[in-house]
Structures are given as structure tokens and as C-alpha cells.
């Protein structure tokens, strides 16, 4: 069941636990969220429940939540696209896992800080590692862009640059760089350290240092959202500094990081 599909009883639900007359007082007892369903371990679609999105980025939402008395709901709403569409809308309130641009800053109330950053890597066979001393190399070699949807607008211009083909499979794209097809991959650090994990491939494949890419994420409250409000803002701001003190985002992470390592070795052929 897709995000939109469920929305009309989500607002009626709302409507019965009382939410108008919260948001007068300036509080929400609601909050939607969805993202991008591509971002593993930060955030993907669960296998079990697809409906539903999970990962590091929905378990801080609902830990936020959790501390704020509101309830927190992450939902599927679709590819990349479609999840910043609803968001824009005002069809959900939040968009999780998101990159801090002047054109969203038009659309969105960034919360600060930001909670983790992304890095991406070239990664590499280690025969091959020694060709790849700066970012020039790369435009002379064969190279692959893994989940390249997902990309800070900086690194996307440099994709475009080198004229790098794309995939979201990360399984086949390690596939074909351990077997010579490739002379290199560009790929977030967590779910590419996973997934070499799940192949046996950590003795081959490497991803180099340093990052070429490692762009914050923040939670983005959409400037249609009916819960907007400065109340709202404010505590998400107070809770996540705190959170981030505490070290609690990168411990989700890890955890997540675990969790999705667990799934894709389950579902190995």
C-alpha cells in the first residue's frame, strides 16, 4: 500500500485523536514522514512491511517523536521524486535524509544541526587502486555511479562531468567490478562496505580515501506542512543538538547498518 493511498486515513485518524485543536496551541500530535527509499542504511523500503520506510533516518524521526510526545509515522510515497513531491504538497510533513540547497531552502524549514553525513567513495579493486590519485583519473578509466539518484548536487555535476552511466544495483555493479568490467565504482561508504562484506569481496575491493563526497543530512519540514509551526521547530532543533551530543544519530547507524546487512544476506540467492 502506497503512501498516498493511505493519507485520507491518516487525516481522518488525525482528525479523531483531536489533532486540529493541538495545532491551534501550537503543538502537533501527528507527524508524516517519508524519503527517498533508496538510501540504505539511512533509509530504504522494509521488506516486511513496504508500506513503510526504515533505517537510521526513520528510527531518529520516531526516537524525535518519542521525546516530543507526537507521534511519527514513516511512510513510502513512492521513488525519489514522488517522496519530495508529497513533501512539497504538504501531503506529508517531513522529508527525511535531506540535502541542504538554496532551492530547498525556499520549500523547507531545515532542522539544525544536521544529524549524519553521506560519503561517497570511489571504490576500487586493489590492483587498480594506484591509477585513482585525484578526481581527473577517474575521467580516463570505466567507471559505474551507484545510486547515483541519491548524490549531493556537487558530486551529481561531477557525474555529468565524467558522464558516468548509473545503477541501483549495487550487488551487480560489485559484480562487475571485481570481475574487470569495471575499473571503478562510485558508491555511498556504509551500504558499499555492506554489501563487499556480503560478497566476500573485503580482500579485493576497496573504497579509496579520501571521501570524494561527504554532504550533511537533515530533516526538512515542508513549508506546506499544517504542523509547521514554530513550537514544532524549535524542540526538533533543541532534541536533535542533544541527540547529536549524545552520539545517538551514528548509533543508529550502526544499528541499521546491521539490519540491512542482515536483510541482504538473507535474501542471497
Known sequence: MSLRSLLPRLALAALCAGALPALA???????????????????????????????????????????????????YAGKRAMALDDALNGRVDVLAGSYLTPTALEQFDFIHPAYLAVPVHVWAPLDKAPLFARLADLASHRGLAVGAGGYATPLLGQVETLKLKRTAKVGEALQQLQQGKLDYLLLERHAGRAEVERQGLG????????????????????????????WLRGQLAKKMTEFRAAGVPQTLLERNLERWKAQRLAAKP
Do not use: M
Not at 51 to 64: I, M, T
Not at 204 to 224: K, M, T
Open 25 to 75: 496551541a501550537g503543538k502537533c500530535e501527528r507527524l508524516v514522514a517519508t524519503g527517498a527509499p533508496d538510501q540504505p542504511p539511512y533509509l530504504w523500503q522494509d521488506p516486511q512491511h513496504p508500506e513503510q520506510l526504515v533505517g537510521a533516518s526513520a528510527d531518529l524521526l520516531k526516537a524525535l517523536g518519542q521525546e516530543l510526545g507526537v507521534q511519527v509515522e514513516v511512510l
Open 203 to 230: 580482500g579485493e575491493v576497496i573504497a579509496l580515501q579520501p571521501a570524494l563526497s561527504e554532504e550533511p543530512l537533515y530533516l526538512a519540514l515542508s513549508h506546506n506542512s499544517a504542523c509547521n509551526h514554530p
